[in-house]
């Protein structure tokens, strides 16, 4: 089993930045694919970003390309999300997902990962 805690989100303005952290549970944390989707208010989730247990591939998707980085540190358990440039359409829940058999061709699905947080709140006032 694999727990994982989101925190960073809160309120910002139009053009500023925020970074998202999860930290997992466990002593295999280096052996899975860590995601990040947003669901905004009756919309379906949606992938933002992915990095390979091996740290050296990431994805995400074309409407936070430039503006949003992912990177973990997996001496600390953990994943990023570095956000700037952040648009009110950003606004949203955002989760980290897990997975342990999560590879490049199913980085952007959501049903790739197994594990998933509670969610952190990111507002972006216009």
């Known amino acids: 089993q694999v727990q994982l805690v989101e925190s960073g989100g809160g309120l910002v303005q139009a053009g500023g930045s925020l970074r998202l952290s999860c930290t997992a549970s466990g002593r295999t944390f280096s052996r899975y694919t860590m995601g990040w989707f947003r669901q905004a208010p009756g919309k379906e989730r949606e992938f933002v970003a992915g990095?390979?247990?091996?740290?050296?591939?990431?994805y995400s998707r074309d409407s936070v390309k430039g503006r949003f980085t992912i990177s973990r540190d997996n001496a600390k358990n953990t994943v990023y999300l570095q956000m700037s440039s952040l648009k009110p359409e950003d606004t949203a829940v955002y989760y980290c997902?897990?997975?342990?058999?999560?590879?490049?061709?199913?980085?952007?699905?959501?049903?790739?990962?197994?594990?998933w947080g509670q969610g952190t709140q990111v507002t972006v006032s216009s």
């Open positions: 997902a897990a997975g342990q058999w999560t590879s490049a061709a199913t980085v952007y699905r959501a049903t790739g990962y197994e594990y």
């Open positions: 990095i390979l247990w091996s740290g050296g591939s990431t």
